[in-house]
């Protein structure tokens, strides 16, 4: 079916978006919305997953006339090929952004990089302790090289398993000794998965599939844990943060500039020199009243998290916000970012500048990030976006007032400390909420937006409907920035929706019922939350058995892929707002739902409708809580004499 025309009220949710669509059409500026006007009905090939151009005999289509491929590959073979290269893209994405930090984490220790410091040493002592590196009577940076020569091996492990994958509980892990996903180094996993992809190499639909989930732990498990815990050493430990969100924190008399992409190390940076009297007296000379930094994607999650810096918006806004006629600058490094920006800005005064040489775009200005020299080079991009400055044109000037306080920066730590105080710190208290049920069950809900679905409304009624029925929600990600645009992250709206239990517990221990966590390798953290519920007692003793379900309601990127995969292969079930593309093998789609499910404890699930995906999930939480039997209402016994006497010894 071709894509039928919708008005900017159907495409995006939020005010400032829809007012910033109808703007590109009066612009006459291109952008996704009306790209995806023209390009009408998606292939059906690629969308079955039968398409197939390993070899230059192709490319080959599977139809029931055709149901072999020149070499004799079948749609089982086709279909989880794919597959299995989605997701080895995905791992390599977010551990090549691990592995950028690991460099840069080494060249700390090292003493070679003195821009960037080892700014949390609890949490360097914390993270070596779990590796078992010995923190007594050593220097900071002595554990740290250790720590950073340790990450580094995980990459290039030829034959031994990944050693983060110990941070995870025991019973989750032997169930993946016991069907062999395992994964060795991060990188070896990659390579393989492109191996066994060639022409003529792996067929068996399920020894693919099995190499997908083996990949996808060496990211979640592995890459992205990495990523995130270097982060917190480098950068500091989230701690709760306000801030605000939406395309109205641009401000008019002020230099605006733009961060967007995914690692942290220039963003971070940025946001430290951004305050420097140097440049905010250069911007005054050029008559602005100051300068204002805003995020977008997951490097806007990052220096949120850290550091307060408003979010201007997630995924779909990237071009919207240029087209508010105020961005000096937009910089960005990998990941998410559209090749379209420079075209959206060629229509104004915005300057769009490369930094990540491994990712350049045809009209972009490039500009190497250079980690050595990382202060002085953000000083010099700042101020070459105050000296754009002078070449805005009011006449195009349009910021949307839209914008919503929030509250973000929930790691695992500093949940554990809302939870138990400073001296019991513990997740004791929210383990017995679940068992009493008071609060029901935890879901995570991550990933993108998607042009396919008017954008965060999916997400935006699942996270409402769900706090309603008692169950509390982590977020990362686009998704949770579309609860920020909703003014659902402070701790005061979410509450007036949350179901009575809920809102008992949140009250009390003062957590608000929506929790971010963080970017998308902070899906992570969701996993180590989850992972600390099994340890503190009382939910079983395995990934699998909790009441806890993931869910991508809008997600578009091949990361996402893989990250259903590891939560999956971790024992959760994952809810997809649209499917993969899979559905030209049925071998295949049993394989990750039920097949998955049976052996590892989590499948995956495709549901459209998000009122349809709360009716699953309660089901799933339900059905967890049964096993655990912990479904019982608590009994109320009425006391007779016998009883009071009993009590009055
Ligand atoms: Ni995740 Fe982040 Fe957003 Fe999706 Fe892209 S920014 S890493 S991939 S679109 S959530
Ligand atoms: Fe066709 Fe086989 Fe080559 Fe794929 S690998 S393009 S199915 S001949």
């Not at 071998?587 to 590892?600: D, I, M």
Request: glycine share 8%; net charge negative; hydrophobic share 40%.
């Amino acid at each position: 079916m071709a894509r039928e025309k919708k008005t900017p009220e159907e495409l995006v949710s939020d005010a400032a978006s829809v007012e910033m669509v109808k703007k590109s059409i009066d612009d006459c500026v291109d952008t996704c919305f009306s790209r995806a006007e023209t390009q009408k009905t998606p292939c059906k090939f690629g969308t079955l997953g039968v398409c197939c151009k390993i070899c230059h005999m192709g490319p080959c289509r599977i139809t029931p006339n055709a149901p072999r491929g020149i070499c004799g590959a079948d749609a089982d073979t086709i279909v989880a090929r794919n597959f299995l290269r989605e997701v080895a893209a995905g791992t390599a994405a977010h551990s090549d952004h691990g592995r950028h930090l690991v460099l840069n984490f080494k060249k700390v220790a090292e003493g070679k990089n003195k821009d960037y410091q080892l700014t949390d040493i609890v949490a360097l002592h914390r993270i070596a302790g779990k590796y078992n590196i010995e923190t007594v009577d050593r220097n900071d940076n002595e554990i740290a090289l250790e720590l950073a020569e340790l990450f580094i091996s995980e990459f290039t492990k030829q034959e031994e398993t990944l050693e983060t994958l110990n941070l995870a509980p025991e019973n989750t892990r032997k169930l993946w000794k016991k069907y062999d996903i395992e994964p060795h180094g991060i990188d070896r996993m990659v390579v393989e998965a492109m191996h066994r992809t060639h022409m003529g190499v792996d067929h068996d639909y399920r020894n693919l599939l099995d190499h997908a989930f083996r990949t996808s732990l060496a990211d979640g498990w592995g890459g992205a844990r990495i990523a995130s815990m270097i982060g917190d050493i480098l950068f500091g430990t989230p701690k709760p943060v306000r801030s605000t969100a939406n395309l109205g924190v641009l401000e008019e008399q002020h230099v605006n500039i733009i961060v967007h992409g995914h690692e942290p190390s220039l963003s971070e940076m940025l946001s430290a020199a951004v305050k420097d009297p140097e440049v905010v007296e250069y911007a005054k000379q050029a008559g602005a009243e100051g300068i204002t930094i805003a995020g977008l994607c997951c490097t806007a999650n990052e220096v949120l998290m850290r550091r307060g810096i408003p979010v201007a918006g997630n995924f779909l806004q990237q071009e919207l916000a240029i087209i508010t006629g105020s961005v000096e600058m937009m910089i960005v490094d990998v990941q998410c970012v559209m090749p379209s920006l420079p075209n959206v800005a060629s229509n104004y005064h915005t300057e769009v500048i490369s930094t990540a040489d491994i990712a350049k775009t045809i009209g972009a200005d490039h500009v190497s990030f250079d980690a050595d020299n990382a202060y002085e080079s953000s000083l010099a991009l700042i101020k070459r976006a105050i000296d754009n400055y002078k070449n805005r044109d009011p006449h195009k000037v349009q910021i949307p007032s839209e914008k919503k306080p929030l509250v973000a920066g929930f790691s695992v730590e500093t949940i554990r400390h809302m939870l138990g105080g400073r001296f019991r710190a513990s997740f004791r208290p929210l383990n017995d909420a679940i068992i009493s049920g008071r609060i029901q069950g935890v879901v995570g809900i991550v990933g993108c937006n998607n042009i396919k679905t008017k954008t965060d409304s999916y997400i935006n009624t699942l996270t409402s409907e769900l706090i309603k029925r008692n169950i509390i929600i982590l977020k990362t990600g686009c998704a949770a920035q579309a609860s920020a645009k909703a003014g659902k992250l402070t701790p005061e709206t979410a509450l007036e929706e949350a179901g009575a239990g809920l809102r008992e517990v949140c009250e009390t221990v003062g957590i608000p019922p929506i929790l971010h966590m963080g970017s998308c390798v902070d899906n992570c953290r969701i996993l180590e939350a989850s992972s600390e519920l099994v340890w503190e007692g009382g939910l079983g003793d395995i990934l699998g058995g909790l009441p806890a379900v993931g869910v991508a309601p809008e997600w578009m990127s091949e990361k996402a892929v893989t990250i259903g995969c590891y939560f999956v292969a971790s024992g959760v079930d994952v809810i997809l707002g649209q499917s993969f593309h899979t559905s030209g093998s049925e071998n295949v789609e049993r394989y990750l739902c039920e097949g998955a499910q049976e052996r590892f404890g989590g499948g995956f699930h495709y549901i459209p409708d998000p009122m349809d995906a709360v009716e699953k999930i309660m089901e799933l939480i339900n059905e967890a809580r049964n096993n655990l039997g912990i479904n019982k209402k608590a009994e109320r016994k009425l006391m007779d004499m016998k009883d009071r006497r009993a009590l009055d010894v």
